[in-house]
């Protein structure tokens, strides 16, 4: 018995032993796969903004957003209204940063309970366009005039 352990255990020690690879370097670890971002995790801005980027997220914008966020983004709508929510101002300097782009991100990908928000479904608008949609909205607030100072 004890030499069938011994037997066992000498050959799962070979087994999980390194061995160098041919040209005498010891072999790289190979990365383990990388498992599927978590609903809320955030993915990194992968984009650089260009003019037709943001031409595509101005669409998009008017597409999905406009209707309860307004044109300009003010989020004063009628639908808005009637519903009687209260919507980020996006031309507010001030309550925009209050939020990072990965909060952004993450609400436009998934919703929100509080303000009745839907996902942006990945179908509609893939990561890189959310994170243009996030600088198109941002330009909404660099565009209004700085308030005065107090």
């Not at 004890?2 to 037997?7: A, D, E, G, I, P």
């Not at 004063?76 to 209260?86: Q, R």
């Not at 980020?88 to 919703?111: E, H, P, V, Y």
Request: hydrophobic share 40%; net charge positive.
């Amino acid at each position: 018995m004890l030499k069938s352990f011994l037997l066992f255990s000498a050959v799962v020690l070979i087994a999980f032993t390194p061995t160098p690879t041919l040209g005498g370097r010891p072999q790289e670890a190979t990365p383990a796969p990388e498992a599927a971002p978590a609903p809320t995790a955030t993915p990194a801005t992968p984009m650089k903004v260009t003019a037709e980027s943001q031409a595509k997220a101005k669409t998009l914008y008017q597409i999905d957003c406009a209707m309860c966020h307004g044109d300009n983004g003010n989020g004063k709508t009628d639908l808005a209204k009637s519903m009687g929510l209260t919507i980020t101002d996006f031309t507010d300097a001030k309550a925009m940063a209050s939020k990072t782009d990965g909060q952004l991100f993450d609400i436009i990908r998934n919703g929100s309970k509080d303000n009745k928000m839907p996902p942006e479904a990945s179908g509609r608008a893939n990561d890189t366009m959310v994170w243009n949609l996030i600088h198109y909205i941002r330009l909404m607030a660099k565009s209004q005039p700085a308030p005065p100072a107090q």
